[in-house]
């Protein structure tokens, strides 16, 4: 079933199913859509604002030119998603626990998120934006970082020796976290 240009802001407004179905340029805004199952459908030029998709099944989903404001998205596994046309961006949102292995996140932005806990696994995130982000304890791992802009987030620490990361940009505060393998000590 194809949804056009709908505006689902209470529960009720909601398709019974939504796997398999296709939603183009529509807004979800203040939804619980906590394990929603999502798998194999496709979200073209979509908004999400304000909503809950914490635990979402994404399996096979697409997410073409999706856009999340102030949601929570707790442990969505988003290396599960379609790949074909995928692009998201992510503003105030929290995504702590979600995993993304093996997605193309060129210039994808993530904005003043919290990212604690995410895993970064093989992506290609050039140029990809973290503004005022809090990246405490996630993890990255053989990903292509380059042009990525950081230098406004905080809590980073990865391995230069596992990501690329020709151009990509640090403040001076996040170099300790560029370096925590070594198990330096450094002081200002």
């Given at each position: 079933?194809?949804?056009?240009?709908?505006?689902?802001?209470?529960?009720?407004?909601?398709?019974n199913?939504?796997?398999?179905h296709?939603?183009?340029?529509?807004?979800?805004?203040?939804?619980?859509?906590s394990?929603v199952?999502?798998?194999?459908?496709?979200?073209?030029?979509c908004?999400?604002?304000q909503?809950?998709?914490?635990?979402?099944?994404v399996?096979?989903t697409?997410?073409?030119?999706?856009?999340?404001?102030?949601?929570?998205?707790?442990?969505?596994?988003?290396g599960?998603?379609?790949?074909?046309?995928?692009?998201?961006?992510?503003?105030?949102?929290?995504?702590?626990?979600?995993?993304?292995?093996?997605?193309?996140?060129?210039?994808?932005?993530?904005?003043?998120?919290?990212?604690?806990?995410?895993?970064?696994?093989?992506?290609?995130?050039t140029?990809?934006?973290?503004d005022?982000?809090?990246?405490?304890?996630?993890?990255?791992?053989?990903?292509?970082?380059?042009?990525?802009?950081?230098?406004?987030?905080f809590?980073?620490?990865?391995?230069?020796?596992?990501?690329?990361l020709?151009?990509?940009?640090?403040?001076?505060?996040?170099?300790?976290?560029?370096?925590?393998?070594?198990?330096?000590?450094?002081?200002?």
């Amino acid at each position: 079933m194809e949804h056009y240009r709908q505006h689902y802001n209470t529960q009720d407004d909601l398709p019974n199913q939504w796997a398999g179905h296709t939603f183009e340029q529509c807004t979800f805004q203040k939804l619980n859509l906590s394990q929603v199952l999502l798998a194999g459908a496709n979200v073209i030029d979509c908004r999400f604002e304000q909503c809950n998709l914490s635990r979402a099944i994404v399996k096979n989903t697409q997410f073409n030119d999706v856009s999340f404001a102030d949601c929570v998205l707790q442990g969505v596994d988003f290396g599960s998603c379609n790949t074909f046309g995928f692009h998201v961006d992510f503003q105030t949102c929290q995504l702590d626990q979600s995993l993304f292995v093996g997605r193309r996140l060129v210039k994808a932005k993530f904005v003043e998120c919290s990212l604690k806990s995410v895993l970064f696994v093989r992506c290609d995130m050039t140029s990809v934006l973290f503004d005022r982000c809090d990246l405490e304890l996630a993890k990255f791992d053989d990903n292509n970082l380059t042009q990525a802009d950081f230098t406004t987030s905080f809590n980073i620490a990865l391995d230069p020796d596992e990501n690329r990361l020709k151009k990509a940009k640090f403040s001076l505060y996040s170099l300790p976290g560029l370096l925590t393998k070594y198990g330096l000590s450094i002081r200002e």
